[in-house]
């Protein structure tokens, strides 16, 4: 996979959570810089790069930002890894304003939405034990995560108990979905009744300024 100007790279995904198994994928999450000048003409450069084997996806700075500061949390925790496998010094700044990304609308809404997601899979996959306990897993992972980050404007991406997370796993896959239900609604209330210590907008100049940084490092 032959991705340029790479800025940061980590293993993201379940390995970085503490709950890789023997059959888990190792995932890989990055961003890199197009050449100013790619985006001088008709088109526009590359977005993303996507592969499978081994799996892995880079996005362009500019789409990085935008689904940054759009609260994803799959896109988000790059900046918030304990350790990467490439930095440069502008990823270094750009983890040094992952802060200026944050809001606490977008960060409610994204991480519910995708925990969401989540239930609505682990229901239409309720006859595959394996699928269905990883949806669970993740379902609470995405409430765990984002609500300490709506709380305290700080995200942990390693799980502190991560036994919790695969029982939680195990027993909604053994038929209690319910249960799955029950922990959703009860970090929604939890949500609705926390004063966020996140910003009711993200700092969308600091992201633009350290976007524009980029450019000028990479101007062809």
């Known amino acids: 996979m032959d991705v340029r100007n790479v800025l940061l790279d980590g293993v993201v995904g379940s390995t ?12 890989r999450l990055g961003l890199f810089a197009a050449p100013a000048t790619a985006f001088h003409g008709l088109s526009s450069p590359q977005e993303s790069v996507v592969s499978s084997k081994p ?89 765990t995560q984002g609500y ?26 053994a038929g209690d979905i319910e249960h799955a239900r029950e922990v959703m609604a009860g970090y929604e209330e939890a949500f609705d009744g926390c004063a966020s210590a996140l910003p009711d907008e993200p700092d969308r100049r600091t992201v633009e300024d350290w976007l524009l940084r980029v450019r000028a490092a990479f101007p062809a």
């Open 55 to 143: 799996d892995a996806t880079y996005h362009e700075a500019r789409r990085y930002c935008s689904l940054a500061l759009g609260g994803n949390p799959t896109v988000s925790e790059l900046m918030w890894l304990d350790s990467h496998e490439v930095t440069t010094p502008l990823g270094e700044e750009l983890i040094g304003i992952r802060s200026a990304f944050l809001s606490a609308k977008r960060t409610r809404d994204a991480y519910l939405g995708y925990a969401t997601q989540q239930f609505r899979k682990l229901k239409a996959h309720g006859d595959a034990h394996r699928r269905t306990a990883k949806h669970a897993r993740h379902l609470l992972r995405l409430c």
């Open 16 to 27: 970085a959570y503490g709950l890789a198994g023997p059959d888990s994928d190792l995932d």
């Open 148 to 173: 300490e980050l709506y709380a305290t404007g700080s995200l942990r991406i390693r799980l502190d108990d991560p036994q919790r997370f695969l029982d939680f796993g195990e027993r909604v896959a």
